[in-house]
T-cell receptor, first 114, second 112 residues
Framework: AQSVTQLDSQVPVFEEAPVELRCNYS??????LFWYVQYPNQGLQLLLK??????LVKGINGFEAEFNKSQTSFHLRKPSVHISDTAEYFC????????????FGSGTQLTVLP | DVKVTQSSRYLVKRTGEKVFLECVQD?????MFWYRQDPGLGLRLIYF???????EKGDIPEGYSVSREKKERFSLILESASTNQTSMYLC???????????FGSGTRLTVV
């Protein structure tokens, strides 16, 4: 079964600074990769996904992620964060052959400071 | 856009009550999921369903059951609510693994 590791549980960063949220997954077989964002007291919203092709994927709200097969990583980046980016971010990986489809990481709380 | 609607945003129930959490999706998705979310524990899968009347246990099914009588509706049932079931409950649906999930807004359940 797949597993997903989000290396940082909390990331504080100042407004307008760049940020990287790290995600590693366990399998080297072909997978689909996702990043979700959760604002306080809301459900999860899809930020971006990697299925195939270009390893740099652009998503909503200026976020992008880079798929690195050799390092089994899918790190999320934004060049300049805003206060409104404060939220919890979840990385997820597909689980081929499993009916449950997605395995989620434990989440990273991004806090943007003024 | 796919919409996943959870019937209540906030719910307060007493210990021992039978609790129903309802989830409806409007895009004919085959797959539906129930998660609970607790601080520091991330998302934990309770049950999922890949077809009408089909259900599969997730990682933490104890104390819960589910019902899927119609394709669009997936209900989570707490047979006898306990205080350790106080949590945020999230419903999701999907068509295929490459689509990812669409989540509802969540139900924050408090059991007193």
């Amino acid at each position: 079964a797949q597993s997903v590791t989000q290396l940082d549980s909390q990331v504080p960063v100042f407004e307008e600074a760049p940020v990287e949220l790290r995600c590693n997954y366990s399998s080297s077989v072909s997978v689909y990769l996702f990043w979700y964002v959760q604002y306080p007291n809301q459900g999860l919203q899809l930020l971006l996904k990697y299925l195939s092709g270009s390893t740099l994927v652009k998503g909503i709200n200026g976020f992008e992620a880079e798929f690195n097969k050799s390092q089994t990583s899918f790190h999320l980046r934004k060049p300049s964060v805003h206060i409104s980016d404060t939220a919890e971010y979840f990385c997820a990986v597909s689980d081929p052959g499993s009916a449950r489809q997605l395995t989620f990481g434990s989440g990273t709380q991004l806090t943007v400071l003024p | 856009d796919v919409k996943v609607t959870q019937s209540s945003r906030y719910l307060v129930k007493r210990t021992g009550e039978k609790v129903f959490l309802e989830c409806v999706q409007d895009m004919d998705h085959e797959n539906m999921f129930w998660y609970r979310q607790d601080p520091g524990l991330g998302l934990r899968l309770i049950y999922f369903s890949y077809d009408v009347k089909m259900k599969e246990k997730g990682d933490i099914p104890e104390g819960y059951s589910v019902s899927r009588e119609k394709k669009e509706r997936f209900s989570l049932i707490l047979e006898s609510a306990s205080t350790n079931q106080t949590s945020m409950y999230l419903c999701a649906s999907s068509r295929t693994g490459s689509d990812g999930y669409t989540f509802g807004s969540g139900t924050r359940l408090t059991v007193v």
